[in-house]
């Protein structure tokens, strides 16, 4: 089973910062996901990748397989960008996902 | 836009109770999902089903069961509540292999 580390566990920056969060996990992947939280409960899927990078807006997802890592970033954040943010991977012909414990961000203004 | 409804957002019950959850998808997805989430632990699968009728435990499938009678519906049912059992439960759909899309989540207390 794959092991799904994230990096840090809670994060506070000031507006307008440039922001990482990691993710490392064990054992090869067909893809791995990057999912928001926001207080209250809501998961809604950012990014699946499988290699390279994906941008949309602000947010912009690497990965590189031979190390197992990946890292989102939020370039120029803002308050509305305080959320959990989980990494999830998901194994080859496997629609199952393994998450991570998740990084709780909070932008202050 | 895929839209994954849950019964309920909030909802307690006494210990011993039978409780339904129940989960829609309106986007013909195969695949259906059950989590709960606890502080610390994150999302921890307890069923899925990949059809109608169709199911496999998860991680964590001891006390739940659930039902797909149609494609657009999955139930998780627990058969006699009991307080470990307090925690948030979110459901997913997905088309095969692809991202999964998360309702509101039902926030579940169990005295």
């Known amino acids: 089973k794959n092991e799904v580390e994230q990096s840090p566990q809670n994060l506070t920056a000031q507006e307008g910062e440039f922001i990482t969060i990691n993710c490392s996990y064990s054992v090869g992947i067909s893809a791995l996901h990057w999912l928001q939280q926001h207080p209250g409960g809501g998961i809604v899927s950012l990014f699946m990748l499988s290699s390279g990078k994906k941008k949309h807006g602000r947010l912009i997802a690497t990965i590189n397989i031979q190390e197992k890592h990946s890292s989102l970033h939020i370039t120029a954040s803002h308050p509305r960008d305080s959320a959990v943010y989980i990494c999830a991977v998901q194994s080859f012909g496997n629609e199952k996902l393994t998450f991570g414990t998740g990084t709780r961000l909070t932008i202050i203004p | 836009d895929v839209k994954v409804t849950q019964s309920s957002r909030y909802l307690v019950k006494r210990t011993g109770e039978k409780v339904f959850l129940e989960c829609v998808q309106d986007m013909d997805h195969e695949n259906m999902f059950w989590y709960r989430q606890d502080p610390g632990l994150g999302l921890r699968l307890i069923y899925f089903s990949y059809d109608v009728k169709m199911k496999e435990k998860g991680d964590i499938p001891e006390g739940y069961s659930v039902s797909r009678e149609k494609k657009e519906r999955f139930s998780l049912i627990l058969e006699s509540a009991s307080t470990n059992q307090t925690s948030m439960y979110l459901c997913?759909?997905?088309?095969?292999?692809?991202?999964?899309?998360f309702g509101p989540g039902t926030r579940l207390t169990v005295t």
């Open positions: 997913a759909s997905s088309l095969y292999t692809y991202e999964q899309y």
